[in-house]
Nanobody, 115 residues
């Protein structure tokens, strides 16, 4: 069983920054990949950023150059540093981890960017 707990969401003005954290119940090295997704009401959940066990990172075009995904293996925690936030970044952000053949999800954390 894998548990993921997000934290760090909140309300920020456009142009501001937030850092999300995702704490796992297992070593982050045990996951083949970890990722951040986001979802707004009535729309599908979209992939924001991914980091593999080898450290390879990828980003959605909409966040490239503004967001950075990272992982602290000693703390079993993944992060998403979000800079230059825009109102369109407003969403519930979910962390996700692939463990074996299964994808596990956190409960989500709300990020609201005011204009």
């Amino acid at each position: 069983q894998v548990q993921l707990v997000e934290s760090g969401g909140g309300l920020v003005q456009a142009g501001g920054s937030l850092r999300l954290a995702c704490a796992g119940s297992r070593s982050t090295l045990s996951f083949s990949s970890m990722a951040w997704y986001r979802q707004v009401p009535g729309k599908q959940r979209d992939l924001v950023a991914t980091i593999t066990s080898g450290g390879t990172r990828s980003y959605a075009d909409s966040v490239k150059g503004r967001f950075a995904i990272s992982r602290d293996n000693a703390k079993n925690t993944m992060y998403l540093q979000m800079n230059s936030l825009k109102p369109e970044d407003t969403a519930v952000y979910y962390c996700s981890a692939m463990y074996g053949a299964y994808r596990y999800w956190g409960q989500g954390t709300q990020v609201t960017v005011s204009s």
